[in-house]
């Protein structure tokens, strides 16, 4: 098995075996999760990729 290096997302299976996700921060922290559950895998690692993609998305801030 590979090791693991921080920041990385992890896929899991729930209860139901259904497939999310976990981004777990540089300090080995996680710090978010999918919302959603996926029957395929390869759903949740597109879910994955669209948040990877998202690095760049503009940051807003509230008063």
């Not at 896929?11 to 710090?31: C, E, H, L, T, V």
Request: charged share 15%; aromatic share 18%; glycine share 4%.
């Amino acid at each position: 098995m590979a090791q693991v290096t921080y920041p990385c997302y992890w896929q899991k299976k729930d209860n139901n075996k259904q497939w999310y996700w976990i981004y777990y921060a540089s300090n080995g922290k996680a710090i978010s999760r999918s919302s959603e559950s996926y029957i395929n895998r390869a759903d949740c690692t597109h879910s994955v990729n669209i948040m990877k993609g998202s690095s760049g998305s503009p940051l807003f801030y509230s008063e």
